[in-house]
């Protein structure tokens, strides 16, 4: 068991390594090309926080195990919205700019739906994948040319992140650059190959479903880069970044994500646990769902709101634990969820939605 988390642990760290190297690279290597900043920051930098989940989704397919694959994509979303979002405003109330919630909030919303959707038959296709991952090239595109319409210091927004490297540096040169890439990549197979195969011994040695596995620990470990640029942002003050970055993510996951994991599974396609399509499925939509009355209240997500996402987290994972279990606590544990902490938060949160749009502010 210790060779295995001795694993585990080397392929997190060449996911988030490799993610690094491949967003280092090919910022470098497109500057060097005369891309601007802002189209980089869309695309390569956007993707490279959900380069770990996709790695590991489409290793886990090829390794023939499509639960972990399709539990590492719904649990990082689940991880995205109620630990990210959750830890992010506890650190500092996070504000939420009006485009997330007119535009990028009904994508991530939608992506959901149409995820669930294409799950009712059990099994998403080839087919289906490359219409998800269309979807995501459709909307990078259109990101890319919103920014550039955009006034202002929005189409500056990624100037200071990224910058060519001094001429006199190793890194300038565009072959160590393009070396930087192939690194990232290699690093990103080999770690989601240790990871996976990590998970599954988990799976094993504790009883647990691979999705169960997939859902909590793999899930965690490939969202880490979210939990740092998301947790930094919020300290450093840039509260909209925070927010933003972990809604861009849950919808690259989601389309790109499971759009390819449908494409490498090959016919008849990627298969869905029924247990995944009653309940985990049903758990990161109402987390994308639950993200609206907090965020058009105020506009702003306060810490007890955080401090409920982060509780909500804890909860899911408890019950996934009995679940697996089939522990003699679930039937309890049930009851008490859907029939008093649910409800109590639903109405609370329709009331500070009531509050805020009468003008009445609430403890925030």
């Keep these: 068991m210790l060779v295995t988390v001795f694993f585990f642990a080397i392929g997190l760290l060449l996911l988030l390594l490799g993610a690094s190297a491949l967003v ?40 023939g195990t499509g639960d972990v694959a399709l539990g590492n994509i719904v649990g990082s979303n689940i991880f995205n919205i109620l630990v ?13 700019h009006t485009q997330l919630i007119r535009q990028e909030m009904p994508i991530m919303l939608g992506s959901g739906i149409i995820l669930l959707l294409m799950s009712l038959n059990e099994v998403i296709s080839p087919v289906e994948g490359s219409a998800l991952l269309a979807l995501l090239i459709v909307y990078t595109v259109f990101l890319i040319v919103q920014a550039k319409r955009a006034p202002g210091q929005d189409s500056h927004e990624f100037d200071d992140e990224i910058k060519p490297a001094d001429s006199g540096q190793l890194l300038s040169r565009w072959y160590v650059q393009m070396l930087l890439v192939i690194l990232g990549l290699v690093m990103l197979v080999l ?18 479903s691979e999705l ?49 994991a449908g494409i490498a599974a090959g016919l008849p396609g990627l298969a869905v646990a029924p247990s995944a399509l009653n309940f985990d499925l049903w758990v990161m939509l109402a987390a994308f769902v639950a993200c609206l009355p907090v965020f058009i209240s105020g506009r702003e997500i306060a810490r007890w709101e955080g401090g409920l996402f ?6 899911y994972v408890a019950y996934l634990i009995l679940r697996s279990q089939d522990h003699e606590v679930l039937p309890v544990f049930s009851t008490a969820m859907l029939s008093f902490v649910i409800p109590l938060s639903v109405v609370t ?6 509050r805020q749009r009468n003008g009445t502010p609430g403890q925030r």
Excluded at 30 to 58: K, R
């Design 310 to 315: 982060f509780a909500y987290y804890i909860a």
């Design 349 to 354: 949160f329709i009331v500070i939605t009531w």
């Design 84 to 96: 990210v979002l959750g830890l992010s405003a506890m650190v500092i109330p996070l504000s939420v």
């Design 24 to 63: 280092s690279g090919a910022s470098k290597l497109s500057l060097s090309f005369g891309v601007s900043p802002l189209v980089i920051g869309l695309t390569v930098v956007a993707f490279g926080t959900s380069a770990p989940e996709m790695a590991v989704t489409v290793g886990a397919v090829l390794e």
């Design 212 to 260: 169960v596995i997939g859902l909590t620990i793999v899930a965690a470990g490939t969202s880490l880069p979210e939990v740092a640029t998301s947790v930094a942002a919020a300290i450093k003050g840039e509260r909209d970044m925070a927010v933003g970055n972990v809604v861009g993510s849950c919808i690259f996951n989601t389309l790109g994500g499971i759009g390819l």
């Design 191 to 208: 770690g989601s190959y240790w990871l996976v195969e990590s998970a599954v011994v988990f799976a094993r040695y504790f009883g647990l």
